[in-house]
Structures are given as structure tokens and as C-alpha cells.
């Protein structure tokens, strides 16, 4: 007996209806990117492994799949390698390519190596699977898309402002009301390092930080006690755990905590600018807050961050995050090249507009109107009207065979197809259709030209 076929665990396999309702998300998303300036662009699912390896931290970098080398990749390796048993020297030996983490590293990777054919500053918009070898769960899977927006060659701080502003329009016309936009910056991060005598322990700091809302506070205190951050240090670092209050009442906070850092007060310095300039320019269906726990675990960041989450309605992660990112290209070789972009998680947003009941009845519609099969004859005049309903953009089709009309109107219910039509032998005498709507059951005798007015 052949065994049951499946899909690897945190993949999946997606039926015409959620296709249609990705399409729908994706191109609302596109169509802001595009009201917004951006280009697209697109890149190769697979990198070369010193591209992707090492630009994630730690962390990160153990979740990236590796693809074995073609051919016998073992006869290269010596013998040496297999009796020490450590994976970590033996896959270099292996694996030369890696399939993308993310979409940011190979747009570093696309902007240094196709920087004379680039006006800067350049936008771009990109659309595409990412894949990561995390534990698979509601809202976390191995294969998922990213729909990021970047604008590298300009460290102006309005680009931030329009990156929030690009937030809310989508979220704004997905109806996902309620949105909370988060932001922080490295910079006031390193500062509270820094202030608290943990600078040289800056990204086991960031990466435990960013954990607070998911292991709390003594959690978070744990991790750090763990990677070697002093007690001392962590009671300086108490004030942090309760900040409250407006966006001011955060930064007026910080400005006391941070007051002996010059790292730390420009970095606020950059935040109080876009919250400023939001609240003057006004936002439609989001909220702009400053988390000063806010880390975001990824090392290339070094000004803004954002992460973007639901309505609290719904028990669901981050659907979208960002930030700036000074020195990304110049892991490639192409300094001074400021960045700062942000992504939405496209399978997240998915489950978030499926629970809230948010997507439109229209979404899924496909063929509006189904031709009944009688025989030849009568299907090539059902074809010379499907024909002239097609270039009228009515999506049509004629059932395939001329089996018994109750399995083809079964078949048009099935699909949720709202319009049949019989064109048998008193139909092709007349030059008629009788049109049948399936969800009243009412029919009615109909000329081509009638019809074409009737499903428009």
C-alpha cells in the first residue's frame, strides 16, 4: 500500500479560495508600495551561504536552510571531519548556498552589486518566500512570504514618517482598525546599555529585551543573568520594565534615564521627531507607540525599529516589522549606504483578516457564468457567446461534457458559480440563452446582447 502523500511540517498547500484571498492582501499592499514610489524587484530563492551566513546573529543564523552541494559533495571533504562529528565545521565543507532568511540581506546583496544601473535614493518593493527552520506553530511556519518595502541612499528621517504613514494606509484599507505600530531605536538601546554597564553585552541585551512581552520580566532577567550581564546591571536596568504612560510621558522617561549617554539622546531625539511629526500629520486607523522594549532580535539595525501588531482583538504575533539599518550594504562593500524598510507578514495578516471575518464576499469569485453541455452543436454556439463574454472581461466556461444537466448544475453549485445557462435546441433556433440564477432558482430568455449588459 503506497504511503499517504504529505507537505513538510511548517509548509503548506493552499486551495483557489486562499489563493484569491492572499491575491486580495498582496495587492492591496502592492498598490500602496506603488502609490507610495516604490519599485519591484525580485531576487533568487537561494543565496550563496557567505551572502545570508552571519547577518542574522546567532540565533538567526541556526534557522537557515542549507542546500547540499550537487554531485557527491562528500568526496571533498577529508576524513578528519567526519570522525569529529561537528556539524558546524562539516556543513561549510557541503553546503555552498542557503535559501533566503529574509528579503532585506539579498537586497543589500541586489543594491552593492547593481549600484551603477541604481538612481539612489532607490525604492523598492519586493513580494516573495522566505524560509526558516524555526518550530513550526499558529502563525509561525517554515515557508512564508514577506511583502517589504526599503529606501537605501537617504538617512533622512521622513522616510520613516512615510514608512508609518504606508502602515496605516494598508491597514487602513484592509479595514484591520485598531492596528498598534510600535517603534524604538537602537540607538536608545545601546544608550541603556551603555548607562547601565553592559555596552560590550549589547546584543545578548537587545535579543533578551526583545523577549519581555513573550517570558516577562523575570524571564527576561534570567537570559540576561545567564549571558553574563551583572546583577548590578540589571537593577539599573528596573525602570525600563515600567515605563508607562503617553509617548511623551516615555520619552521625557528616557531623557532622564539617558541623560549621561549622547548615543541614547539622539536616539531619542530621532523618535520624538516621527512621533511628533505623526501626530501632526495625523494617522487613519493605527496607532503610533513607543516600546522601549522593543528590540527585534536582528543585528542590523541601528536606528529605528518597528513592529506592527493586530487588533488586541485577535491572539496573534507581530504582523509586520522594520527599521533602519545604517550598514547593511557595507558587509558587501559599499559604505556610507543608509537604509530603512519595513515588511508585512503576508501569512499572518491571512489568519488575522480570516478570524475577524474581514475579507469581501467578492474576493473569491471566479467564473460568473456557467454554459450547460447538450452536444457538439449546441457547445459551439455556447462557445461563440462565451467567446464575446470574454472579451467583455465575464468570466465564463462551458462544462465540459454533455452529461446529464443535473451533474453540471450540481457541478455550478459546487464552485458557487452564480449564473447557468441553457442553450440547447430551442435556444439555437431562436439565437437566445435561458439564464438561470442559481441562488433564486428565477430564469429568464435572454439575447446575447441583453446578456452581455445583464453580467456586467
Not at 511583502?147 to 528621517?157: H, I, N, R, T
Not at 492596528?179 to 537587545?206: C, H, M, P, Q, Y
Not at 508607562?244 to 531625539?269: C, F, H, M, V, Y
Not at 521627531?273 to 507607540?289: A, D, H, M, P
Request: hydrophobic fraction near 35%.
Amino acid at each position: 500500500m503506497a504511503k499517504k502523500p504529505s507537505v513538510p511540517k511548517g509548509t503548506r498547500d493552499f486551495s483557489p479560495q486562499e489563493v484569491a484571498k492572499r491575491s486580495y492582501i498582496m495587492e492591496t499592499i502592492k498598490k500602496c508600495f506603488q502609490l507610495y514610489g516604490f519599485q519591484p524587484i525580485e531576487t533568487p530563492s537561494f543565496e550563496n551561504s557567505e551572502t545570508l551566513m552571519g547577518k542574522y546573529g546567532e540565533e538567526g543564523d541556526r534557522l537557515i536552510f542549507k542546500i547540499l552541494n550537487s554531485g557527491e559533495y562528500l568526496n571533498k571533504v577529508e576524513e578528519d571531519f567526519f570522525s569529529i562529528k561537528n556539524s558546524a565545521w562539516l556543513t561549510p565543507k557541503i553546503s555552498e548556498k542557503a535559501l533566503r532568511y529574509d528579503l532585506t540581506v539579498p537586497f543589500a546583496r541586489y543594491v552593492v552589486q547593481h549600484q551603477n544601473e541604481i538612481t539612489f535614493p532607490f525604492k523598492r518593493y519586493q513580494m516573495q518566500p522566505v524560509w526558516r527552520a524555526d518550530r513550526p506553530q499558529k502563525g509561525r511556519f517554515r515557508e512564508f512570504w514577506q511583502c517589504d518595502a526599503d529606501v537605501v541612499g537617504s538617512d533622512s528621517l521622513w522616510q520613516e514618517v512615510e514608512l508609518v504613514q504606508l502602515y496605516d494606509d494598508v491597514f487602513e484599507k484592509l479595514k484591520l482598525n485598531g492596528s498598534s505600530i510600535k517603534i524604538n531605536n537602537r540607538k536608545i538601546l545601546s544608550g541603556i546599555a551603555e548607562v547601565i554597564g553592559a555596552e560590550d553585552k549589547l546584543i545578548d541585551f537587545t535579543v533578551a529585551i526583545d523577549k519581555l512581552d513573550k517570558i516577562g520580566e523575570e524571564g527576561v532577567k534570567k537570559e540576561l543573568l545567564e549571558k553574563g550581564i551583572s546583577k548590578r546591571a540589571i537593577e539599573n536596568l528596573q525602570p525600563l520594565f515600567s515605563f508607562t504612560g503617553s509617548n511623551e510621558d516615555k520619552l521625557n522617561s528616557l531623557s532622564q534615564l539617558l541623560a549621561t549617554s549622547e548615543t541614547g539622546r539622539k536616539g531619542i531625539e530621532e523618535v520624538r521627531f516621527v512621533i511628533k511629526t505623526i501626530q501632526s500629520l495625523g494617522l487613519k486607523s493605527s496607532k503610533l507607540e513607543l516600546d522601549v522594549t522593543l528590540a527585534r532580535g536582528l543585528n542590523y539595525y541601528t536606528g529605528a525599529i518597528f513592529e506592527v501588531s493586530a487588533p488586541k482583538k485577535v491572539q496573534m504575533g507581530s504582523i509586520g516589522g522594520g527599521g533602519r539599518y545604517d550598514d547593511l550594504t557595507g558587509i558587501f562593500g559599499l559604505k556610507g549606504v543608509s537604509g530603512v524598510g519595513i515588511s508585512f507578514g503576508l501569512d499572518r495578516m491571512y489568519l488575522v483578516l480570516e478570524e475577524l471575518g474581514l475579507f469581501p464576499k467578492t474576493v473569491e469569485e471566479n467564473t460568473k457564468v456557467l454554459f450547460i453541455n447538450f452536444g457538439e452543436a449546441e457547445a459551439l454556439y455556447a462557445m461563440q457567446a462565451i467567446t464575446a463574454l470574454r472579451k467583455n472581461n465575464i468570466a465564463s466556461e462551458l462544462y465540459p461534457e454533455a452529461v446529464k444537466m443535473g451533474k453540471q448544475l450540481t457541478y455550478a453549485d459546487k464552485r458557487t458559480i452564480p449564473y447557468v445557462i441553457v442553450a440547447g435546441g430551442n435556444e439555437l433556433q431562436t439565437k437566445t440563452f435561458t439564464l438561470k440564477n442559481m441562488k433564486s432558482g428565477e430564469q429568464e430568455i435572454i439575447s446575447l446582447e441583453a446578456l452581455l449588459q445583464k453580467l456586467k
